[in-house]
């Protein structure tokens, strides 16, 4: 078998391209999961059994269910409903950071479930709300804690984002199948974007485990 060498170099900006579209994807959906997890795992918390319940609910289903089957139901499923169609973008980014809000609701959860309760109760002893503490004295301390986690969830994303290419959205995944099936050449195609997913999550890797080091850093000083 012959390696096309030249395949490669005329798909590279077609592919980065993608991978640009990709890492779009990837920081809008964990961007708005990170809104929604935050709040999502606060929820989770909550004394009141409504609130508690709602936020479980979300949780349980979505992590319970495949990212695969969350796109085609916004896509497919959502429309037939509202009579609307929705944009291939906003179904996507949709579809993800739903996802990712699920699965950081928990890295929050956790998080804030690791700092001593005695924070808390300082904190209101000095006057502080409810709202007030967690902004300021608990928040923060979690959010050193739940760094990595949230790298792996950043990475998990980047990989899983590829799924979005069944509804034919072009992010570096289904520009792979795009070049593949004008020119044939699967073997070369998709060792490029395998090699270039792992730049990408090999960059992610390194910059969380800098702001780890960073932030450890800080709280010696």
Request: proline fraction near 4%; charged fraction near 15%; glycine fraction near 8%.
């Amino acid at each position: 078998m012959n390696f096309d060498f030249d395949l490669i170099i005329n798909s590279i900006p077609l592919l980065i391209l993608g991978a640009g579209v990709t890492l779009q994807i990837t920081l809008l959906s964990v961007g708005f999961g990170m809104f929604i997890g935050m709040f999502m795992g606060m929820a989770r918390l909550s004394k009141i059994w409504a609130v508690k319940m709602v936020a479980t609910v979300y949780v349980d289903f979505i992590r319970g269910t495949p990212l695969l089957v969350q796109i085609f139901l916004m896509y497919f499923a959502l429309p037939v409903v509202t009579g609307q169609r929705i944009d291939p973008f906003v179904a996507a980014v949709t579809a993800c950071s739903i996802n990712s809000g699920a699965y950081i609701a928990e890295i929050f959860r956790g998080g804030i479930q690791s700092i001593d309760k005695g924070q808390m109760e300082a904190g209101r002893s000095l006057g502080m709300s409810w709202p007030q503490t967690m902004r300021y004295i608990i928040l923060p301390q979690a959010f050193k804690r739940i760094i990595p986690p949230l790298g792996n969830e950043f990475i998990a994303m980047l990989k899983d984002s590829s799924l979005v290419s069944v509804i034919g959205f072009e992010e570096l995944t289904r520009r792979g199948q795009l070049i593949i099936a004008r020119t044939y050449g699967s073997f070369e195609i998709w060792m490029t974007v395998a090699f270039l997913y792992l730049i990408m999550t090999l960059t992610i890797s390194r910059l969380v485990d800098y702001l780890e080091r960073r932030y450890k850093i800080d709280d010696k000083h």
